[in-house]
């Protein structure tokens, strides 16, 4: 069992930045793909982006290309999301989402494709 735990989120006015870290206690996270989604109140879960076991390959969704940088740390056993150049509509739950895979390259982009989830961090962007 991957227990995840996501941190970092909170307010904050358009434009500004925040940085969501996800991390898995008792557990390594070096064969999982991970992944970071959100969901706005009232609409779906969507994949924000994603990044490969080996932590070469990334995936973005459209609205946050050249705002957001997905990592991963391998010793700290820690993936981020740094977001910047928040928008209002960036607002939403954020989840770290886990599978894991026997190829490094793998990576997913659809939540049912990953097993492990963390309870989400709040992120609100003002205008």
């Known amino acids: 069992q991957v227990q995840l735990v996501e941190s970092g989120g909170g307010m904050v006015q358009a434009g500004g930045s925040l940085r969501l870290s996800c991390t898995a206690s008792?557990?390594?996270?070096?064969?999982?793909?991970m992944g970071w989604f959100r969901q706005a109140s009232g609409r779906d879960r969507e994949l924000v982006a994603a990044?490969?076991?080996?932590?070469?390959?990334?995936n973005y969704t459209n609205s946050v290309k050249g705002r957001f940088t997905i990592s991963r740390d391998f010793v700290k056993n820690t993936v981020y999301l740094q977001m910047n150049s928040l928008e209002p509509a960036d607002t939403a739950v954020y989840y770290c989402?886990?599978?894991?895979?026997?190829?490094?390259?793998?990576?997913?982009?659809?939540?049912?494709?990953?097993?492990?989830w963390g309870q989400g961090t709040q992120v609100t962007v003002s205008s």
């Open positions: 008792g557990r390594s996270l070096n064969a999982y793909a």
């Open positions: 989402a886990a599978r894991r895979a026997g190829y490094s390259g793998s990576y997913y982009i659809d939540h049912r494709q990953y097993n492990y």
């Open positions: 990044i490969s076991v080996s932590g070469r390959t990334l």
